[in-house]
C-alpha cells in the first residue's frame, strides 16, 4: 500500500512559481513511477509531467518549459517547480503513482493523492 500527500500549493501572482512536494509513503516505493495531474474547474484533469524509477522524465506539450519535475528523492518526495504561472494554470495539483511510467502518464494511476490547490491571482 502507497499513501501519496500533496502540499506547497496556495495563492500566487501572475507570473510568480510555486513548488510543489509529493510524499511517499510505502515499501519499496523507490521502484515506482511517479507523476503530476492537475484539473480546474469545469476541466478535465490532465497530465503534467512523470519520472519513472529510472529517472525519465516525460512532460506534456501545454507545460512549454515551464514546469520542471523533480527524481525522487531520499525521503521519497517528488517535487513540481511551477513558474511563469498565469489563471490558465488555477486548479488543484494532484500527484499519483504507479509501477510504470506508461500506467501514471495514462491517468489509471493505482495510487493518488488528495491534491494541492493553486490558485494564481491578477
Known amino acids: 500500500q502507497v499513501e501519496l500527500v500533496e502540499s506547497g500549493g496556495g495563492l500566487v501572482q501572475a507570473g510568480g512559481s510555486l513548488r510543489l512536494s509529493c510524499a511517499a509513503h510505502?515499501?519499496?516505493?523507490?521502484?515506482?513511477?511517479m507523476g503530476w495531474f492537475r484539473q480546474a474547474p469545469g476541466k478535465e484533469r490532465e497530465f503534467i509531467a512523470g519520472?519513472?524509477?529510472?529517472?525519465?522524465?516525460q512532460y506534456a506539450d501545454f507545460v512549454k518549459g515551464r514546469f520542471s519535475m523533480s527524481e525522487v528523492n531520499a525521503e521519497n518526495t517528488v517535487y513540481l517547480q511551477l513558474n511563469s504561472l498565469n489563471l490558465e494554470d488555477t486548479g488543484v495539483y494532484y500527484c499519483?503513482?504507479?509501477?510504470?511510467?506508461?500506467?501514471?502518464?495514462?491517468?489509471?494511476?493505482?495510487?493518488w493523492g488528495q491534491g494541492t490547490q493553486v490558485t494564481v491571482s491578477s
Open positions: 510505502g515499501p519499496n516505493f523507490s521502484r515506482y513511477a
Open positions: 519520472v519513472s524509477w529510472h529517472g525519465i522524465k
Open positions: 499519483a503513482s504507479d509501477k510504470t511510467l506508461g500506467t501514471v502518464i495514462g491517468g489509471t494511476s493505482k495510487y
